[in-house]
Structure formats: structure tokens, C-alpha cells
């Protein structure tokens, strides 16, 4: 699936602010506010951060996606042509993107997410489609089960390093409602080819089922969130 790798990436950017922002927000007793000066305060104070944890949490899901187990990249990365080479973390990420194409494409979507937080937002679902030509991203078809389960647990674990980041804790009471938007929103990267529509009022489980597609990726979704909220 095309859409799944920006998509992870997109992800991490949108969980990490908003957990950093939901520490914020806490301390004030008020919503989340994604205003340019908040947006901005998140660089000036966690910019180093964002790399490590870019790196953490997006290295497993990226291999998930790429590679068809885990011994096939560890074989790669412990073979005396490639170990040799391997001197930073953006040397792994070149092996995990498993193909040239797929690591250039990586790199410019890590950095269109950075330039949107450099100017004071998070990358838009409009943004993030209007990146793309047409005919590049895909709805997808039937249950995809491997690419919902790395989307979510890329969420909730930048979400929780934000929130770590800022100094905050805890897994459970208003954080649930945090990640369910960000599911609902991002998910919609990975399963569609353009934003989906909803009406103002749609309840939670017709909008969950709205960007999932079918029971069966909403189900993935639900118990991928529940255990990655339990690690």
C-alpha cells in the first residue's frame, strides 16, 4: 500500500505534538489548542527530541511493512557487506526502507512533517493528500491487518513519548479520547485516497468504522490500541 509509509510518518509527527500539547493543556484545565505559537513552543523545546523519537518508534513499524519478517533485516543489517556501513541511525532507516525509492520518500515526508511544525502547524489532512498526485495513494481493500496495526501503534506511542517528553504520565482517563481522534484522523491516511467525509454529529463508532472500512481493520485498531496502551 502506498499510503502506508507516509501515513506512519504523518502519525508520529501529529501523536507526538498533540501528547506534548495534552501535558499543556492539562496544566491550564482546558482543550488542546494546535495554535502556531503552541505548535512552535513544541520545537524550540523538544527539536532534538523529535529525531531520537522519530527513530524509536517508527524504526519497528517501518520494518513491519517492508520486510516480511524480522529475521530477513536483521540477516541484511548483520551481513559483512552492510554492518560495516552502519554508523548512525539514519544508516539503519536506509536498510529498514528496504529500497532506495522507499527511503527518498521517507526522508521527504519526514521533512515535509518537520516544515510544517517549523511554521507553527500540523501537517493538515488536506496537506497531506495534496502532497501526493493523483492516482499515488489507494483506498484500501479488505482487511489490512498488518498496516492498521503499525498506523495505531505508531500513535499511541509517540502520543505517550510527547507526553513524556513534557513530563506528564499516566495511560488512562481524557488521554483515551486523545488517541481516539488521532486514530480517526490519521487512519484515514492509510485506508483512503482522500479525507473522509462526516457529518458534524456521527457518533464514535460510525466515524471509527468510517475511516476503518470494515469491522475487521476497527477491530485490529481497538485491541492494537488497548495493548500498546499497556506496554
Do not use: W
Not at 8 to 22: H, K, P, Q
Amino acid at each position: 500500500m502506498t499510503n502506508t509509509q507516509p501515513a506512519l510518518i504523518r502519525a508520529f509527527f501529529a501523536s507526538f505534538a498533540e501528547g506534548v500539547l495534552s501535558v499543556t493543556a492539562e496544566g491550564h484545565g482546558k482543550a488542546v489548542e494546535l495554535t502556531p505559537k503552541n505548535v512552535k513552543q513544541i520545537m524550540l523545546e523538544h527539536y532534538e527530541e523529535i529525531s531520537k523519537h522519530y527513530f524509536d518508534i517508527l524504526f519497528t513499524p517501518l520494518a513491519t511493512i517492508h520486510y516480511d519478517t524480522s529475521e530477513e533485516l536483521i540477516a541484511i543489517l548483520r551481513s559483512p557487506e552492510v554492518a560495516p556501513t552502519l554508523k548512525s541511525p539514519m544508516d539503519l532507516f536506509r536498510h529498514v526502507c528496504r529500497t532506495e525509492e522507499a527511503h527518498e520518500d521517507m526522508v521527504t515526508e519526514y521533512r515535509r512533517n518537520f516544515a510544517c511544525l517549523l511554521s507553527g502547524k500540523v501537517m493538515t489532512l488536506q496537506d497531506f493528500y495534496d502532497g501526493f498526485p493523483d492516482g499515488y495513494l489507494t483506498d484500501s481493500k479488505g482487511h489490512c491487518e498488518r498496516e492498521v496495526r503499525a498506523l495505531t501503534q505508531v500513535v499511541v506511542r509517540a502520543f505517550f513519548a510527547g507526553r513524556r517528553a513534557e513530563g506528564g504520565e499516566g495511560t488512562g482517563g481524557t488521554n483515551q479520547a486523545y488517541l481516539f481522534r488521532l486514530l480517526i484522523d490519521n487512519m484515514q491516511c492509510l485506508l483512503h485516497a482522500a479525507p473522509v467525509a462526516m457529518d458534524d454529529d456521527i457518533d464514535l463508532t460510525e466515524a471509527f468504522l468510517a475511516v476503518c472500512c470494515n469491522e475487521q481493520n476497527l477491530n485490529t485498531m481497538l485491541q492494537t490500541m488497548q495493548a500498546a496502551m499497556t506496554e
